[in-house]
């Protein structure tokens, strides 16, 4: 959801300040790892790199992907099915090659870290999530909401409050099998939503969350404020 330059700016400061005070502390332990819902009932997808891919299954290599190269993933009654051939298990994991750096390519749509597949319940569609550090899922997600040409302390703030909202809900979703979703909790472009002015706010900012009484605030920014912040 891209917001207009006022009420974001609303936003943030009504969550940094008026529910904090102003205090921003940084996050103590060891980096989550977040996953993403990118869909929860997805037919089918395509998986492409450009630095090359391996699929898992239960540890072991099932398929390797070169540079390039395209596949098609999806759901069946026999399992998941790669290139309209049944695998005959419900889930898998796709990989980065050694030395890729361009990201693993699904729909078209270019994310770091992993991607998990797994079939429903039903078995006629696929949970896609992609699972990374959260520094790395921020920058596919303050990259989403706002413009990079906007003021570098702006950015900054953004990277704050996304930091702390995902944080805050990071337990909520879970049973799931994620912990948040690409579009219904914050807009989530992967590394096409990247941009080195906004990569370069969220890392001036890494591990930084804004609290109240020591747990991460819920901190809620939007697209449209009716009228109301203008």
């Known amino acids: ?16 300040v008026g529910v904090t005070g102003g205090t921003v502390v940084a996050a103590a332990g060891e980096e989550p790892v977040i996953g993403v819902a990118l869909s929860v009932n997805q037919p089918n997808l ?23 190269q395209r596949v098609t993933v999806s759901a069946g009654q026999d399992g998941i099915a790669i290139g309209g051939r049944g695998t005959g298990v419900d889930k898998l994991r796709i990989t980065p090659d050694k030395g890729n750096d361009s990201g693993i390519v699904v729909n078209k749509k270019r994310y770091r870290g992993i991607i998990d597949v797994s079939l429903n319940a039903d078995r006629r569609g696929l949970l896609v999530v992609n699972r990374l550090p959260l520094e790395q899922y921020l920058y596919g997600v303050v990259g989403a909401e706002i413009s990079p040409d906007w003021p570098q302390e702006a950015i900054k703030a953004q990277a704050v409050a996304a930091r702390s909202y995902t944080m805050a809900k990071l337990a909520e979703k879970r049973y799931k099998g994620y ?5 219904s909790d914050q807009a989530y472009n992967g590394m096409n939503g990247e941009d080195r002015r906004i990569n370069d706010g969220v890392d001036a900012t890494r591990g930084v969350v804004a609290t109240c009484r020591g747990k991460p605030i819920s901190a809620f920014f939007f697209a449209s404020g009716g009228g109301y912040t203008e």
């Open 46 to 68: 395509i998986v492409a790199s450009d630095g090359g891919i391996t699929v898992f299954a239960s540890g072991k290599k099932m398929l390797s992907v070169t540079a390039g």
């Open 1 to 16: 959801m891209k917001m207009s330059k006022l009420t974001v700016m609303f936003a943030v400061v009504t969550a940094l």
């Open 179 to 183: 912990d948040l979703n690409a579009t």
